[in-house]
């Protein structure tokens, strides 16, 4: 069975310094890594995926994230945070070639402190 | 930007009675997928469904559930004799394809609460 874990239920940065989420997978074979955010009222909206190839991908807002595969981690990060980034952010992944449905992890809070 | 659209965004019944929570996916997306999360807990896997059936489903989509497609734009979930368990933000969300690494986009999700 596929599981995500975010092990930080909530995270605080300053504005403007860098930030990052973790998210650490596990798969019986190869994944795809994706990053949802979602704002108060809001649908979970994409950030970025992880299909193969380059380790380190860029997705929407500025947002960056890194898939280490010996460690089993795809974190979230970005260089300088906004204000506006605070939000809830979701790591799910899928097993390639497995289930149609996303397997989430359970969230972390960003908060950014103007 | 083309959105996933979900009514209503809370519903209220009261435990026995039978639900329909509706979706307008994205237009020229054909995989649509039902998930839900309980307060706290993490966003579940409920169905996916391309070309009028069900393509798969999880543990939680017992006979209590089902998913219909009635006509060219909705796409709904019906929950019978509903529990308080029950209660929880249902989100819809569609595909344009179904390749494993296809984002799904996500709606507003709706409340249901059951008392």
């Known amino acids: 069975a596929q599981s995500v874990a975010q092990p930080e239920d909530q995270v605080n940065v300053a504005e403007g310094n860098p930030l990052t989420v973790k998210c650490t997978y596990s798969?019986?074979?190869?994944?795809?890594l994706f990053w949802y955010v979602q704002y108060p009222n809001r649908g979970l909206q994409f950030l970025l995926k992880y299909i193969t190839g380059d380790n380190l991908v860029k997705g929407s807002y500025g947002f960056e994230a890194e898939f280490n595969k010996s460690q089993t981690s795809f974190h979230l990060k970005k260089p300088s945070a906004l204000v506006s980034d605070s939000a809830l952010y979701f790591c799910a992944v899928r097993e390639r070639g497995g289930a149609d449905g996303l397997t989430f992890g359970k969230g972390t809070h960003l908060i950014i402190q103007p | 930007e083309p959105e996933v659209t979900q009514t209503p965004s809370h519903q209220v019944t009261q435990m026995g009675q039978e639900v329909i929570l509706r979706c307008v996916p994205i237009?020229?997306?054909?995989?649509f997928y039902w998930y839900r999360q309980i307060l706290g807990q993490k966003v579940e896997f409920l169905v996916s469904f391309y070309n009028n059936e069900i393509s798969e489903k999880s543990e939680i989509f017992d006979d209590q559930f089902s998913v219909e497609r009635p006509d060219g734009s909705n796409f709904t979930l019906k929950i019978r004799s509903t529990k308080l368990e029950d209660s929880a933000m249902y989100f819809c969300a569609s595909s344009e394809q179904e390749r494993g690494f296809d984002e799904q986009f996500f709606g507003p999700g709706t409340r249901l609460t059951v008392l």
């Open positions: 798969v019986s074979g190869n994944p795809y």
């Open positions: 237009s020229n997306h054909l995989y």
